[in-house]
């Protein structure tokens, strides 16, 4: 199996910044695209972000000069971090794998997600 465990969400003020960490674990042999998704309250799961196993990004019109998705090949783990942060970016954020099993052949992964909340 694999395992997608993300961390950093929390409460932030408007103009304030976060960082989201997402690391995959289990039976991998090779990971693909990586992205983060995030779904507010009455609102459909929207792309954040995702980046190629390549490093080519693609970002939401939202997000763009604020948000920077990376990732760290090594240790499997892709980042987000928000800048400018604004209280309609509060949702649930979700980060996502595109996986080459071992087991399980090619599968895309998701997280459990972590709560961003931005209110004063």
């Known amino acids: 199996q694999v395992q997608l465990v993300e961390s950093g969400g929390g409460l932030v003020q408007p103009g304030g910044s976060l960082r989201l960490s997402c690391a995959a674990s289990g039976s991998i042999f090779s990971i693909n695209a990586m992205g983060w998704y995030r779904q507010a309250p009455g609102k459909e799961r929207e792309l954040v972000a995702d980046?190629?196993?390549?490093?080519?990004?693609n970002y939401a019109d939202s997000v763009k000069g604020r948000f920077t998705i990376s990732r760290d090949n090594a240790k499997n783990t892709v980042y987000l971090q928000m800048n400018s942060l604004k209280p309609e970016d509060t949702a649930v954020y979700y980060c996502?794998?595109?996986?080459?099993?071992?087991?399980?052949?090619?599968?895309?992964?998701w997280g459990q997600g972590t709560q961003v909340t931005v209110s004063s």
């Open positions: 996502n794998a595109d996986v080459l099993s071992h087991i399980f052949g090619f599968r895309r992964y």
């Open positions: 980046i190629s196993s390549g490093g080519l990004t």
